[in-house]
């Protein structure tokens, strides 16, 4: 079938990129799914800071690309031996791909399979397929997604069937930013009632961070970002303290107002700073949970005596170290009961044809969620 998506061609587009057109809007094939996979329509994806991380080019991709991982849309055809999903079915999607046999995934890792992620690099679907092709030539699939397209060809392991009644914009969400910032609390901090956690970066990931943490019954939510408009929200929504990033001793003032740091701090902003913020609001025994992505040759730093001695942990977390099919359902239980109100950070909807403004208001910080319809 033919169909309009948003390609990125070259990374590394200088701003604003409605001018330098980062994303062209073109036509392109989309041919029917393969046994194991499925063919749906794209009902609503959201624009998260990866993307903008991969039109700014500070990780490379095999380009030309569509890309687009955070997503909800409708089964519109099934390949040989999918079984389990039909024509009308609603599903999120999961932009980590996985086999669901190796180790990690028998593990209960799936997110971190190493043939999800050789098929994340390669530009391929998790079985090495192809589908998208302009002109006869392949057109690199992302994160098995590609979703800033009316219709995606995907692996069956990479959506997740939901109920009919979730609105679908609000279901997009939940396919990259409450996965990664809720899951990042929940599963890979493992927040304990009572314990005491920070947030650095407030965009769609900390915000989900922070819903989790008041649902979770942390007992006190510092928050820490650079924009005072952010931390203002983060205070409606649940934070106990908020600090601004940008003040040169705000380690130091979160130390002096936490009797000398957090049980757990999660790291959502990406950028290196807020990585070292992270880990100098940590207390002693406390854990940093790093989800925010920056390029691929950053390094970080630390007392390694001082990190043994006190026992202070760095880890890394990939999609909330979500099992989808275990965690999507749960983080929808709790966004019906009013605790996951992701309604809060939609800052508008965009058709196609907007997409670039879209990650201009992104890269200036003035949005959290934006909502792209790919079918208007
Ligand atoms: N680990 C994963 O699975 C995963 C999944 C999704 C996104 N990400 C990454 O998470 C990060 C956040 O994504 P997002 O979509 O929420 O981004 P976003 O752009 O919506 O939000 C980033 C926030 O960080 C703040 N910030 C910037 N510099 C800061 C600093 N020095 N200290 C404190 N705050 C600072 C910004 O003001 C903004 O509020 C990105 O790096 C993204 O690539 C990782
Ligand atoms: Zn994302
Ligand atoms: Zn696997």
């Keep these: 079938m033919r169909m309009k998506a948003a390609i990125l061609h070259e990374q590394g587009r200088p701003r604003p990129y409605a001018q330098s057109i980062a994303l062209s809007i073109e036509e392109v094939d989309l041919v029917p799914p393969g046994p194991g996979e499925v063919l749906i329509e794209v009902a609503a994806a959201g624009l998260c800071h990866s993307d903008l991380s991969a039109l700014e080019g500070i990780r490379p991709r095999p380009l030309p690309v569509i890309i687009g991982h955070e997503g909800a849309g409708i089964v519109r055809e099934v390949g040989e031996g999918v079984a389990d999903l039909k024509p009308g079915d609603h599903v999120i999607t999961v932009f980590a791909a996985s086999c669901g046999t190796c180790r990690y995934c028998v593990a209960g890792r799936p997110n971190i399979c190493p043939a999800g992620n050789a098929a994340r690099a390669a530009g391929t679907l998790r079985a090495g397929t192809r589908r998208l092709f302009q002109d006869g030539k392949p057109i690199n699939h992302g994160s098995g997604l590609s979703l800033f397209a009316q219709f995606a060809v995907i692996d069956r392991r990479s959506a997740v069937k939901i109920d009919q009644d979730i609105p679908l914009d609000d279901a997009a969400i939940f396919g990259c930013a409450v996965m990664t910032g809720a899951g990042a609390v929940i599963n890979s901090a493992g927040l304990k009632a009572g314990e005491e956690i920070g947030i650095v970066g407030l965009g769609g990931v ?14 006190r ?4 970002d650079a924009s005072p408009e952010k931390l203002a929200l983060a205070r409606q929504w649940g934070a106990t303290d908020t600090f601004l990033a940008t003040d040169p001793d705000c380690a130091d003032q979160v130390r002096a107002a936490t009797s000398g740091g957090l049980d757990k701090v999660v790291e959502a902003a990406g950028v290196m700073k807020a990585v070292e913020l992270a880990y100098a609001m940590t207390g002693l025994g406390g854990c940093v949970v790093c989800a925010g992505l920056p390029d691929g040759k950053s390094r970080h730093a630390y ?18 170290s979500c099992v989808a099919e275990r965690d999507i359902p749960r983080l929808l239980n ?18 196609l044809e ?3 403004a879209g990650f201009d208001r992104l890269a200036d910080g003035t949005v959290l969620r934006q909502i792209l319809r790919p079918n208007g």
């Design 303 to 320: 007392l390694h005596a001082d990190l043994v001695s006190s026992e202070r942990e760095i880890r890394g977390s990939y999609m909330g």
């Design 334 to 351: 709790l966004y019906r009961r009013g605790k996951l109100p992701v309604d809060r950070l939609k800052s508008g909807y965009l058709p």
């Design 221 to 224: 939510i510092v928050c820490v």
């Design 354 to 356: 907007d997409i670039n």
């Design 206 to 219: 900390g915000m989900n961070a922070l819903f989790a943490a008041v649902s979770a019954g942390a007992g």
